[in-house]
């Protein structure tokens, strides 16, 4: 028995961020996180507002209800949250994964390790900026990415940063600066995760990326770089389950 806390699965839908943008995917969404970022777009995960959706799962019932949702019709899964590298036991879910012939994804912000994200096809690690109210364990960071980078691990990984304003641009930047072997993305912060009126919040966020294009071109430092916004925000705003 192995228990997952699961939030949410859903899908197909497409990856909206990061390193296979695009890619058509299932979601794993799983409960908890050890960080409280102030502009968290998932904070249903963990500030107890969505401690009702929770439910424990094992393997192989989260993979009948992804075959449910989707059929035959996906060969690929990401894994989110919350946090799920807080959780010892998604070996279970993982190796099931793989047995079943599905590409696996996973979000993380690099607070934590467990072993099974070396069985990961694209793992992309989000270390968070100062406007997010965390502080980042260089530490803990430093030791995942040196795992990542070994021969034990065989897929992709990535780093990804969400920038709101200078202080994040520059932290980015120093996270670049540090890993710099690593493909790194920037992202576009969304400032109105609350708002249901996505005109204005769509018109908002391709301002707020226009911004953010226009800071990495005229920076000479950022040469190995790939600006993004959020694509499911712009395609479906702030609805949740896509
Ligand atoms: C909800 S988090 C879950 C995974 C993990 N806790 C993490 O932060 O990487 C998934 C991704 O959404 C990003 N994200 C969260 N809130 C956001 C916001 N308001 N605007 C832009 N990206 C956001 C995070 O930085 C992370 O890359
Ligand atoms: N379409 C879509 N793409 C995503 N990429 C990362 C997400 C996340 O919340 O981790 C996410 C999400 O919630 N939806
Ligand atoms: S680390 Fe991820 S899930 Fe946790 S609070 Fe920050 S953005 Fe939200
Ligand atoms: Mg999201």
Redesign the pocket.
């Known amino acids: 028995m192995s228990k997952i806390p699961v939030m949410e699965i859903f899908g197909p839908?497409?990856?909206?961020?990061?390193m296979v943008i695009g890619q058509k995917t299932m979601?794993v969404?799983t409960a908890g996180c050890d960080y409280a970022c102030s502009w968290c777009?998932?904070s249903f995960t963990w500030d107890g507002s969505g401690k009702h959706l929770i439910k424990q799962m094992e393997p192989d019932e989260i993979w009948c209800q992804l075959k449910e949702l989707g059929g035959d019709g996906f060969s690929h899964v990401?894994i989110?949250g919350g946090n799920p590298a807080l959780l010892k036991n998604l070996t279970g879910l993982v190796q099931l994964l793989k047995q079943e012939n599905m590409k696996t994804c996973l979000?993380t912000q690099g607070s934590k390790w467990q072993d099974w994200m070396l069985s990961i096809n694209e793992l992309t690690i989000s270390p968070k900026p100062p406007s997010s109210g965390m502080i980042t364990n260089f530490d803990s960071l430093d030791m995942i990415l040196n795992k990542l980078m070994s021969d034990d691990f065989s897929g992709n990984v990535s780093l990804k940063v969400v920038v709101f304003n200078d202080a994040d641009f520059n932290y980015a930047k120093a996270i670049h600066r540090r890993y710099p072997g690593i493909p790194f993305y920037m992202q576009v912060g969304n400032d109105d995760t609350k708002t249901v009126n996505d005109a204005v919040l769509i018109t908002h966020l391709l301002q707020k990326y226009e911004e953010l294009i226009d800071r990495v071109i005229q920076d000479e430092e950022l040469k190995e770089i790939k600006v993004l916004p959020?694509l499911?925000a712009l395609v479906w705003g702030n609805k949740r389950g896509?």
């Open positions: 839908t497409i990856q909206g961020e990061g979601f969404r777009d998932s990401t989110s979000e959020q499911h896509v």
